[in-house]
């Protein structure tokens, strides 16, 4: 079976239309992940930690058409200051990681070890259960319950608890009844 010149021609114009797609969906998809994500960012009005988080779905609609142009979709200062001039978005432009929370934290938690039941801590994932922090009273809680500027002023005053350690004591706590003879964990 012979195929024609045109036949030739239109399969040759649809592999390159197809291959130019591709070429920009490649950017698109990398610029989608790298901006997802909420950012602890230092405010350059304030100087102090804030919450930022990048309209992702517009910075890879804009990597698709050429350049990536991130903006954000969300500042914990917005109430106040929605009109900012994003100056923000170097910090997270030159270092896309380490300013994302979830880095921040798994950061922090790893190489340190449970107040509770002394186990060291790994690198964190996000499929895992989450670790949780011991306040200075002695009660735990978990980290995700802080707006996420606050941490690095938790991080300073809080001890790192383990899942485990964390759900038994917060059952203590909660059903002091059901649980009797319990001497509970000695924190460190």
């Keep these: 079976m012979s195929m024609t010149i045109?036949?030739?021609?239109?399969?040759?114009?649809?592999a390159a239309?197809?291959?130019?797609?591709?070429?920009?969906?490649?950017?698109?998809?990398?610029?989608?992940?790298?901006?997802?994500?909420?950012?602890?960012v230092t405010c350059p009005e304030t100087r102090m930690p804030e919450a930022a988080?990048?309209?992702?779905?517009?910075?890879?609609?804009?990597?698709?058409?050429?350049?990536?142009?991130?903006?954000?979709k969300w500042c914990s200062r917005w109430a106040?200051?929605?009109?900012?001039?994003?100056?923000?978005?170097?910090?997270?432009?030159?270092?896309p990681d380490n300013c994302l929370v979830s880095s921040i934290v798994s950061n922090w938690y790893e190489g340190q070890s449970c107040a509770f039941c002394h186990k060291r801590?790994?690198?964190?994932?996000?499929?895992?259960?989450?670790?949780?922090?011991?306040?200075?009273?002695?009660?735990?809680?978990?980290w995700d319950e802080f707006p996420p500027q606050r941490l690095p002023e938790i991080f300073s005053s809080h001890?790192?608890?383990?899942?485990?350690?964390?759900i038994t004591e917060t059952f203590r706590r909660v059903h002091p009844e059901v649980?009797?003879?319990?001497?509970?964990?000695?924190?460190?």
């Design 6 to 14: 045109p036949t030739l021609l239109g399969m040759a114009l649809l």
């Design 17 to 40: 239309l197809v291959g130019a797609v591709l070429f920009r969906i490649f950017p698109m998809v990398h610029t989608y992940f790298l901006y997802r994500g909420k950012r602890i």
């Design 53 to 72: 988080d990048v309209a992702a779905g517009k910075a890879a609609l804009s990597a698709f058409r050429g350049e990536p142009e991130p903006r954000l």
């Design 80 to 95: 106040e200051r929605r009109d900012c001039g994003q100056e923000c978005l170097s910090q997270i432009e030159s270092d």
């Design 121 to 142: 801590f790994g690198k964190l994932h996000y499929y895992m259960d989450p670790p949780a922090l011991m306040r200075p009273d002695g009660t735990t809680i978990s």
């Design 159 to 166: 001890k790192p608890v383990c899942f485990d350690c964390h």
């Design 179 to 188: 649980v009797t003879g319990w001497k509970g964990w000695k924190p460190s």
